[in-house]
């Protein structure tokens, strides 16, 4: 009778689990449904959304798709020693939505300059991984961004204001953040206001956490180091039940690779480095995709979208995309391929 009640028990249990499954992949489907295929992304007027490493911002009722610009022929830079394949930098592009399926292209917010090699918004420089957040004291909308040579040994942060989300955004300059390198970077506004800037530094050696200043303009002198000689890049980061989470990605150039992770309970750390949190075919490569956001899908909770880039690195213009829901397990978290795309 025991053994019975066990087995009943047992499988009442898998079919909850496999109801919890159903429901979950229906809602992520719903939300991802026309959302991203692992290519393109297609905006109203029925042409490919240019926005890659992106970044999103909600801002009453609209959510508002920052990326690069990748258009124009990919080269490869000389006497490199890695894969340092580039496209112009194209400034950066903004897309909405309200139902974050349909996008309407809102055009360059932040466009790049001409024969100005000297000036860091030239096509000839690198912008990369545009994100913005909206200050509620200046009533401004900042955007920084990763702004380098084409060697990347520039290394630094770019700001830029607008009054409104989709611009256009006025460029104030660059910075090394306490004369620290940034690389690869995100943004992250905080549930009390304050803001922080992640980035790749000391070479990509180890992550950076460096709070901004109250107008989120300038880099405090408050900053830690974490994931220390893990070399790091890609960072995406989003907080859930009072505990962050950081997705990164190894440094291997345009090609992917595994991911991993960190958790924490104050942002400033420590930070726990975890395993990579994708799981099933291809998860080594982290479904040959590279993060550039986590989404936190307004009144859903617990749902957050992980924004990948599916680099094609020897035509940039051609990238595409790949957007996957996390699942959130207490303080574990995973990503499914969810069908295989
Ligand atoms: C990987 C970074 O994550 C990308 O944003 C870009 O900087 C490439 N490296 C350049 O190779």
Known sequence: MNILNGRIKILLILLLLSCYNLSFSNEVHSLTDTLIKGSALIDTDGKPVNAHGAGMLY????????????????????????????????????????????WKNRGVVLKPTTNNPGYDLD??????????????RTKKFVMWMHID?????????GVAISDNP?????????????HQMLR????????????????????????????LSDDYLTPTKTYTRILEDKGRESPAIFKNKGKYFLITSGCTGWSPNAASYAVA????????????????????????SQGAFVLP?????????????????????????????????????????????
């Not at 124009?72 to 897309?95: I, M, N």
């Not at 006025?170 to 306490?178: F, M, R």
């Not at 750390?269 to 395993?275: H, M, N, T, V």
Request: with cysteine; hydrophobic share 30%; aromatic share 14%.
């Open 59 to 102: 801002h009453k009722g609209v959510y508002y798709l920052f990326g690069e610009v990748k258009k124009g022929k990919t080269w490869l830079v000389p006497d490199q020693q890695w894969e340092d394949f580039r496209v112009p930098a194209g400034g950066v592009s903004c897309y909405s939505s309200t139902d974050l399926k349909h």
């Open 123 to 136: 096509t000839g420089r690198v912008i990369e991984r545009p994100k913005v957040i909206y200050n509620e």
């Open 149 to 157: 040579k084409n060697d990347y040994s520039y290394s630094r942060g």
């Open 166 to 178: 989709f611009g256009p955004y006025q460029y104030l300059g660059s910075v090394a953040p306490n």
């Open 184 to 211: 690869d970077m995100t943004l992250f506004k905080d549930d009390d206001g304050k803001a922080y800037l992640i980035y790749s530094s000391e070479n990509n050696n180890t992550m950076h956490v460096c709070l």
């Open 265 to 288: 309970d104050q942002i400033m750390g420590p930070w726990a480095a975890r395993e990579n949190p994708c799981k099933g075919p291809n998860a080594e490569v982290s479904f040959f």
């Open 297 to 341: 899908v307004v009144n859903k909770p617990d749902t957050f979208i992980f924004m990948a880039d599916r680099w094609n690195k020897t035509d940039l213009e051609k990238s595409g995309y790949l957007w996957l829901p996390i699942r959130i397990i207490n303080d574990k978290i995973e990503i499914h391929n969810i069908d295989g795309r």
